[in-house]
């Protein structure tokens, strides 16, 4: 799943555009219709010709409501830069760009717009050449420009291609098991109550699962779900979602918070990052600014500490800690933008190194100025998880081998990360304090928690698909699974296969025996006319208990599927390819068998046929089925007991 966020100068036409995508205005209050401007953010979503539904999200862009726009950009995958043709570029333009540049949007397409107004085929010429030089060396360097018409429909069709492409080079967002929604809208719904929306990052949310509000640490519960405007039980990352939460009032959650599941998440007043200060911001930054600082979809006032410099220069670069003036929930690597206070206005933004520093730094220390340079260029323990992403799970002697890293060094990243949940030890305990066993270290298949949740989503899907194909199955063959999961895990054997299986089944999601694998609420229930057509046939069993009906028999009157389900529930057992008893019946007749030979000494095939009234067909298949057991062994004419 994708969300694309609009950007440009107001009045150039993003919402109109919108509307002509999608069919959906996003323009809600009666303000925004009456100035036909955008107040507050919009929500539409757009089908792409593969079939995915991507979510829109419209800012405004007037200067008065660039907040706004900040609260509804953060979570965006791709932008829409959009221009009209007939003006070209304007001021908000270049700010949203360079906000779109300092949270560094993974691509994006800029759409001409008022195509319709635009009479002289050289203006637009030179329009094009002022938008490509004013986009060079930003994130949108490289995006097409196409233009379009939102009353006309022309160019709407190459748009949406253009849009599909850049879509599909960027890559989904990640589940690590630590859902955050960063609330951009709250309200109520009358007999549902308190509804939030945003775009879920970091994990899923499910339906009845327990969340919490922060900063504030209120605990809620999700009672339902919706994405472009379809319930749904469960909400992936990247995905625009509405979560009705019950627990909290409206008044309780506000623009800004973050919703997300207890126990990991703090919030904090003190912010390690790396700044870039805008190269157009007018003037010097010095230490101790007051700004306004907005992550997520929150605003807070704060001070900007410079720790290297006096001041920053603009278009530089530098190392802060910043001051909040109240809690903010975030994780490193988020992007975050600050404004000046007056005149307002977008002078820089940059990534949050650390999220929690322990304390307020004395400046210009150079252990402190190493800390964060070494944070910025990546930690043993994103290396490791970099590389673990591209193949897993993973032996960690073939990590170790491929890391330009010492090899105690990784294993310690391993470690630390497998202490706080971030990698699974695939053979480890479920529950936590997992430790790399040494000297089986190398031998150890790890994976992500990202990767792990990937794997069991596989597995399941293939488990249900099996399960609907061939719902009187108890389950799915163990060969055949692991052949599907190999389409998707790489070098998948047998030891591999088995320790995946294994943990799945501790956490209660599959069960499996010798050679099934099922999900675990998977059970196998017939029909009435089903449950008759069995009793029918094992009727006839009962009353010719040694010479049953034959295979093909069984088939015609039951089915295919409905025979080989009392094979597996073991209401049947198939003793030859032609032949099958039932159970209780075959046990009776072993014990017969052995009770002649032990009186006898020894049987012939003749013997058998007499003590069951039987034909030879029936027995001679029997005595080889009890060979097969080991409860039986041939001499000459003859079968003995075999020795134990």
């Given at each position: 799943?994708?969300?694309?966020?609009?950007?440009?100068?107001?009045?150039?036409?993003?919402?109109?555009?919108?509307?002509?995508?999608?069919?959906?205005?996003?323009?809600?209050?009666?303000?925004?219709?009456?100035?036909?401007?955008?107040?507050?953010?919009?929500?539409?979503?757009?089908?792409?010709?593969?079939?995915?539904?991507?979510?829109?999200?419209?800012?405004?862009?007037?200067?008065?409501?660039?907040?706004?726009?900040?609260?509804?950009?953060?979570?965006?995958?791709?932008?829409?830069?959009?221009?009209?043709?007939?003006?070209?570029?304007?001021?908000?333009?270049?700010?949203?760009?360079?906000?779109?540049?300092?949270?560094?949007?993974?691509?994006?397409?800029?759409?001409?717009?008022?195509?319709?107004?635009?009479?002289?085929?050289?203006?637009?010429?030179?329009?094009?050449?002022?938008?490509?030089?004013?986009?060079?060396?930003?994130?949108?360097?490289?995006?097409?420009?196409?233009?379009?018409?939102?009353?006309?429909?022309?160019?709407?069709?190459?748009?949406?291609?253009?849009?599909?492409?850049?879509?599909?080079?960027?890559?989904?967002?990640?589940?690590?098991?630590?859902?955050?929604?960063?609330?951009?809208?709250?309200?109520?719904?009358?007999?549902?109550?308190?509804?939030?929306?945003?775009?879920?990052?970091?994990?899923?949310?499910?339906?009845?699962?327990?969340?919490?509000?922060?900063?504030?640490?209120?605990?809620?519960?999700?009672?339902?779900?919706?994405?472009?405007?379809?319930?749904?039980?469960?909400?992936?990352?990247?995905?625009?979602?509405?979560?009705?939460?019950?627990?909290?009032?409206?008044?309780?959650?506000?623009?800004?918070?973050?919703?997300?599941?207890?126990?990991?998440?703090?919030?904090?007043?003190?912010?390690?990052?790396?700044?870039?200060?805008?190269?157009?911001?007018?003037?010097?930054?010095?230490?101790?600014?007051?700004?306004?600082?907005?992550?997520?979809?929150?605003?807070?006032?704060?001070?900007?500490?410079?720790?290297?410099?006096?001041?920053?220069?603009?278009?530089?670069?530098?190392?802060?800690?910043?001051?909040?003036?109240?809690?903010?929930?975030?994780?490193?690597?988020?992007?975050?933008?600050?404004?000046?206070?007056?005149?307002?206005?977008?002078?820089?933004?940059?990534?949050?190194?650390?999220?929690?520093?322990?304390?307020?730094?004395?400046?210009?220390?150079?252990?402190?100025?190493?800390?964060?340079?070494?944070?910025?260029?990546?930690?043993?323990?994103?290396?490791?998880?970099?590389?673990?992403?591209?193949?897993?799970?993973?032996?960690?002697?073939?990590?170790?081998?491929?890391?330009?890293?010492?090899?105690?060094?990784?294993?310690?990243?391993?470690?630390?990360?497998?202490?706080?949940?971030r990698v699974l030890i695939v053979d480890g305990a479920v529950e936590e304090g997992t430790r790399?066993?040494?000297?089986?270290?190398?031998?150890?298949?790890?994976?992500?928690?990202?990767?792990?949740?990937?794997?069991?989503?596989?597995?399941?899907?293939?488990?249900?698909?099996?399960?609907?194909?061939?719902?009187?199955?108890?389950?799915?063959?163990?060969?055949?699974?692991?052949?599907?999961?190999?389409?998707?895990?790489?070098?998948?054997?047998?030891?591999?296969?088995?320790?995946?299986?294994?943990?799945?089944?501790?956490?209660?999601?599959?069960?499996?025996?010798?050679?099934?694998?099922?999900?675990?609420?998977?059970?196998?229930?017939?029909?009435?006319?089903?449950?008759?057509?069995?009793?029918?046939?094992?009727?006839?069993?009962?009353?010719?208990?040694?010479?049953?009906?034959?295979?093909?028999?069984?088939?015609?009157?039951?089915?295919?599927?409905?025979?080989?389900?009392?094979?597996?529930?073991?209401?049947?057992?198939?003793?030859?390819?032609?032949?099958?008893?039932?159970?209780?019946?075959?046990?009776?007749?072993?014990?017969?068998?052995?009770?002649?030979?032990?009186?006898?000494?020894?049987?012939?095939?003749a013997q058998v046929r007499d003590l069951f009234g039987a034909s030879r067909k029936y027995i001679?298949?029997?005595?080889?089925?009890?060979?097969?057991?080991?409860?039986?062994?041939?001499?000459?004419?003859?079968?003995?007991?075999?020795?134990?």
């Amino acid at each position: 799943m994708h969300v694309v966020g609009t950007a440009g100068h107001v009045d150039h036409g993003k919402s109109t555009l919108v509307e002509a995508l999608t069919g959906i205005d996003p323009d809600r209050l009666r303000e925004e219709k009456e100035r036909q401007m955008t107040i507050v953010l919009g929500f539409a979503w757009l089908t792409m010709p593969d079939g995915e539904l991507v979510g829109i999200v419209d800012v405004p862009g007037h200067q008065d409501f660039i907040r706004n726009m900040l609260s509804g950009v953060g979570g965006i995958d791709a932008a829409l830069l959009v221009i009209a043709a007939d003006q070209g570029v304007m001021p908000q333009t270049s700010e949203h760009l360079a906000i779109l540049d300092l949270l560094q949007v993974q691509g994006g397409v800029i759409a001409l717009t008022k195509l319709d107004l635009v009479e002289d085929p050289e203006w637009l010429e030179l329009v094009e050449a002022d938008v490509a030089e004013q986009v060079e060396g930003t994130v949108l360097a490289d995006a097409p420009i196409v233009p379009v018409s939102a009353y006309t429909g022309e160019g709407l069709d190459a748009l949406v291609a253009a849009l599909a492409a850049c879509l599909r080079e960027i890559p989904p967002r990640s589940d690590v098991g630590r859902p955050r929604l960063a609330v951009d809208r709250v309200f109520t719904i009358a007999g549902f109550g308190t509804v939030v929306t945003g775009t879920l990052t970091g994990g899923s949310l499910r339906i009845g699962q327990e969340v919490e509000t922060l900063p504030s640490g209120r605990p809620a519960r999700v009672r339902g779900l919706q994405t472009h405007g379809s319930k749904i039980d469960e909400a992936m990352p990247g995905s625009r979602v509405a979560i009705n939460l019950t627990g909290v009032s409206k008044d309780e959650v506000s623009t800004g918070d973050v919703i997300t599941v207890p126990g990991w998440l703090r919030p904090t007043m003190l912010i390690d990052a790396q700044l870039h200060y805008l190269a157009d911001a007018g003037r010097p930054l010095r230490h101790n600014t007051q700004v306004d600082f907005f992550c997520g979809a929150a605003e807070i006032p704060a001070r900007v500490r410079l720790l290297g410099a006096d001041t920053l220069a603009p278009g530089e670069s530098g190392w802060v800690q910043i001051r909040l003036s109240r809690p903010a929930a975030v994780v490193r690597g988020d992007r975050f933008i600050i404004r000046r206070l007056s005149p307002s206005a977008t002078i820089g933004g940059g990534m949050i190194l650390d999220p929690a520093p322990r304390r307020r730094y004395r400046r210009f220390r150079p252990e402190v100025i190493e800390r964060l340079q070494t944070l910025a260029h990546g930690s043993p323990e994103e290396i490791v998880l970099q590389a673990l992403a591209l193949r897993e799970p993973r032996e960690v002697r073939a990590l170790v081998s491929e890391l330009s890293l010492p090899r105690q060094g990784t294993i310690d990243a391993l470690q630390s990360m497998v202490d706080d949940g971030r990698v699974l030890i695939v053979d480890g305990a479920v529950e936590e304090g997992t430790r790399l066993d040494r000297p089986a270290m190398d031998t150890q298949y790890v994976v992500s928690t990202s990767g792990w949740r990937q794997t069991q989503r596989w597995m399941y899907e293939a488990l249900a698909a099996y399960h609907r194909s061939y719902p009187l199955r108890r389950g799915m063959p163990r060969e055949e699974l692991r052949s599907r999961l190999q389409e998707h895990v790489r070098e998948l054997g047998g030891r591999l296969f088995a320790q995946i299986v294994a943990r799945t089944v501790a956490e209660g999601l599959v069960e499996e025996d010798e050679a099934f694998v099922w999900a675990a609420e998977h059970q196998v229930q017939l029909t009435p006319e089903q449950q008759a057509m069995v009793e029918d046939l094992l009727r006839t069993f009962r009353a010719t208990p040694y010479t049953t009906p034959s295979v093909p028999e069984c088939v015609e009157r039951l089915g295919e599927e409905l025979f080989y389900a009392l094979l597996e529930n073991g209401t049947l057992v198939r003793i030859s390819p032609e032949i099958v008893y039932l159970a209780e019946t075959l046990r009776e007749m072993r014990e017969r068998v052995v009770d002649l030979i032990r009186a006898e000494g020894s049987v012939t095939v003749a013997q058998v046929r007499d003590l069951f009234g039987a034909s030879r067909k029936y027995i001679v298949a029997l005595m080889e089925y009890l060979d097969q057991e080991r409860v039986t062994r041939r001499v000459g004419d003859v079968r003995v007991l075999r020795d134990r």
